[in-house]
T-cell receptor, first 114, second 108 residues
Framework: DTGVSQDPRHKITKRGQNVTFRCDPI?????LYWYRQTLGQGPEFLTY????????KSRLLSDRFSAERPKGSFSTLEIQRTEQGDSAMYLC????????????FGPGTRLTVT | GQQVMQIPQYQHVQEGEDFTTYCNSS?????IQWYKQRPGGHPVFLIQ?????EVKKQKRLTFQFGEAKKNSSLHITATQTTDVGTYFC????????FGQGTRLTINP
């Protein structure tokens, strides 16, 4: 049973650098989600895709953030000109599109901006 | 924003004691979900409640959805060390809105 995978698991970067994270969803899942979680808080929604279409973006997703899912399979989340406030766990989740409520989360990418 | 509020934020119990976490919304919910996140882990779906007054059980876990569909609770009977983690109530469908969670720690 292959779950959601994310790469890298940890990323340390200097302020101002660009970073890119990858998410591979469960293979038969059409929907893919990105969330951000800071210490002591619940995950916050960032964006989601149905196949390759990005259907919703949170106000949290500033112009420095961009997400893609070009072939409707894996997705990337890029953060440009990172700031210390971007330090968080970035979680990816996937789900089926029809009749599915459960989202399956990956292990996350922990970003530390120094 | 339209959040879901959870109390308590933290709960420490002795193994074998019961545990309850409560979730409240200022607006009527179409559904409520519960997720569990183990320390160092990722959120894992537990259950969804849809109907007014609904009660669902999973072994030692009992989930309730209020009559007005504005509140929910999770009750664990006779906690075990495997129950350690943070329990989140969650609203929404595609765009999930998580409460702050209740962090449960257990003294064995």
């Amino acid at each position: 049973d292959t779950g959601v995978s994310q790469d890298p698991r940890h990323k340390i970067t200097k302020r101002g650098q660009n970073v890119t994270f990858r998410c591979d969803p469960i293979s038969e899942h059409n929907r893919l989600y990105w969330y951000r979680q800071t210490l002591g808080q619940g995950p916050e929604f960032l964006t989601y895709f149905q196949n390759e279409a990005q259907l919703e973006k949170s106000r949290l997703l500033s112009d420095r953030f961009s997400a893609e899912r070009p072939k409707g399979s894996f997705s990337t989340l890029e953060i440009q000109r990172t700031e210390q406030g971007d330090s968080a766990m970035y979680l990816c989740a996937s789900s089926r599109s029809v009749g599915a409520i459960e989202q399956y989360f990956g292990p996350g990418t922990r970003l530390t901006v120094t | 924003g339209q959040q879901v509020m959870q109390i308590p934020q933290y709960q420490h119990v002795q193994e074998g004691e019961d545990f309850t976490t409560y979730c409240n919304s200022s607006t009527t919910l179409s559904n409520i979900q519960w997720y569990k996140q183990r320390p160092g882990g990722h959120p894992v779906f537990l259950i969804q409640l849809v109907k007014s007054g609904e009660v669902k059980k999973q072994k030692r876990l009992t989930f309730q959805f209020g009559e007005a569909k504005k509140n929910s609770s999770l009750h664990i009977t006779a906690t075990q060390t495997t129950d350690v983690g943070t329990y989140f109530c969650v609203k929404g469908a595609q765009k999930l809105v998580f409460g702050q969670g209740t962090r449960l720690t257990i003294n064995p």
